[in-house]
């Protein structure tokens, strides 16, 4: 991969990572000797992994990419007052930051020792050492930059809010809070080292001072998704295999059927771009915990150890919803289990790319661990995949007994950064 | 390592596992096939890492054992009208758990999926096809477990309480929360995979049900400290390596001078035991980022690329604290650096054996990071050691700036289990 070579942080986005107050000023910064992690020796972090994605593409990384183990999602408000240039300015930074830590190098060249020692270092210096680690950034809009709640247009892009770009309607069973949902902006920073995804969401947050402030963030510690056939399934904090029969990058008519968008779905500027869903669900595991091994698998339509259908096979082998249980009295697999209502066979054939992470925030006062899943999926066009298929979950699922939906956004992931360019360039440019 | 074959979980920790109002009751549990961890495909997780520590032997695993790049911290009270017997009969459970779960097994034979369909599992099942991962389980004993504020005797401990298992005292500029502080009884579960640190908290906590429950928990997701010479040293999110100057497992003579406890210390039975600190240490990483790279360094005593002291040399060059500035105007190291604060050498030759961990706990409404160093120290009397440090720390460092002590524990951790034994034989047997 290249890192782009003419550009460079904005004035603005210098100014961020200098702060107020400081003597020093932004002339500080540019100069010294660069500091290039991807060269140094790894000092850290269990992986070692050496995978590195490129930032710059049709498509943004973080997407059909080899799902990564660690996760660090950060929602974003842009503040009152920023302008449209300001917001592409924001955007350029970005850009240019992510590509620099994708490739394992510090935001910018100065790095985190590389500056004058009068100012504040550009990065942070937490992955100092450590290699790309297979991070990917992945940007993304939400509603409210397009049309706020009131029908301002902040950015002169109402005309440009993609169809597909829906408010998510409130499903059954919604327990939303809002620090936990919504956001004009989103990074998806995924990583095999999640020192390293931390260091991403934290430096692209300090280049964002003064133009966009997190919302809210969620770290998740294991995949719960296979996103490549090459992956092993995951395991869920419900214990089961989770991900089986999502989409696969290798399933090239699947993605491109249920993944991207095209210049033709009603968003010219979203052509190989996707949506993404992103859920928190709150597990209420200690109920699970003292549920029979068959209420569990019935629930889910699925056999524990080995991932099976429960009208039989092997992980792999597909449902069969006709086959009647071997104890009688119905199907195998129950109508109402998660399996059976998520299928596509019975959702008009819509698919989900889900890139999922399991999350453990501490626990409440009665002692119960706040566990749960972080549900990420992507979607070529909401209104005909994730919203029918949650409609059907949210009302139906035997699943909902153990489980409470507590965040909630949505974004258009716009296509990739063409070389040395942005992401969002289709939309600004 | 061997697991213990007479043992197995108590009826009362199966009662733990199959909950209240289930029909299928205990008899359900112990019958069909073993489930056996270790001997499955390695399912998920990024170490890949088939290291395993022994869960029996004269001091307890998670200590000197090289620092796993992933942290689960519980702390749990005992509940009320818990008898001494149920409480010797829990420590049992979590030993018998804790050396099948290090040894890369579910909690007990029959595992995630090997019981009877009509009965909820004995083990949760989300590490279910993961490797031991170098999980170790470090089980300690708080203050409150010996003698209550209120001078309460409650398991007739009051004269086995240790002289240096102290009450830590109010140290300048504390912020404590009750929420994050104190506890009876801590497991700190370590791997190089979260998942299987997770899942070992997990199940130790509803083992414990209705005996014990969790108090406060934290997830750490990268060491800050080695604790072997053969790690590299990672960095704390001010960017800095730190733990260059821990006690490392190696110097056996530092390791037993200043970890394990010895029967002539106060208390026979903490012979080959420790005392582990615990503080959550909020960083105002907004503030940090604003500063300086002089500042930084100034503050740290060492330079943050290389993490040599000031007084020059390379990392592991020893600190020499009369060398001048080559500015001129004192010494290159500032005695109210937090390396000058803490080294040694102006604390009486007293070390700690650090075990950190960096966190991010999502952001508040303002949109900073909630991020920060989980302390941990194991010493072996907190009295010469940790306190005196942590005194000289909170007056003068120059480091307080940018952080908040909010949380704050002391645990005496006896020594290892006997062979087919469990931890805390030698305080109640």
Known sequence: MTVTDGGGLSRRGLLGLVGTGVGAGVLGLGVGIGTDRAVQAHAGGSSGASASYPFFGGHQSGIVTAAQDRLHFASFDVADGVTRTELVELLKDWSYAASRLTAGLDVSPTGATGGSLLAPPDDTGEATGLPAAGLTVTIGFGPTL?????????????????????????????????????????????????????HAIRNLSRIAFGRASLRWSQLGFGRTSSTTRGQTTPRNLFGFKDGTANVK??????????????????AAWMDGGSYLV????????????????????????????????????????????????????GPAIAPDSHVALAHPRNNDGATLLRRGYNFVDGNDELGRLNAGLFFIAFNRDPRRQYVPIQQALSGNDRMNEYVKHVGSAIYAVPPGASRDGWVGETLFG
């Not at 990058?249 to 009603?266: F, I, K, R, Y």
């Open 278 to 329: 992103a859920r928190k669900i709150r597990m209420t595991i200690e109920t699970w915990d003292h549920a029979s091994l068959s209420e569990q698998q019935t629930v889910v339509g699925r056999d524990k150890g080995e991932g099976a259908p429960l009208s039989g096979g092997t992980e792999f082998t597909a449902p069969d919803f006709a086959v009647a249980a071997s104890t009688g009295g």
């Open 146 to 198: 397009f049309t706020t709640a009131d029908g301002t247009d902040r950015f002169g892009l109402a005309s440009k809010r993609p169809p597909a770009l829906v408010d998510l309607p409130h499903f059954s069973g919604d327990q939303l809070v809002a620090a936990a949902s919504g956001g004009d902006l989103c990074v998806q920073a995924c990583s095999d080292d999640p020192q390293v995804a931390v």
């Open 249 to 266: 990058a290798e399933d090239v008519a699947a993605v491109d059927d249920g993944v991207w968008a095209t210049a033709s779905d009603g």
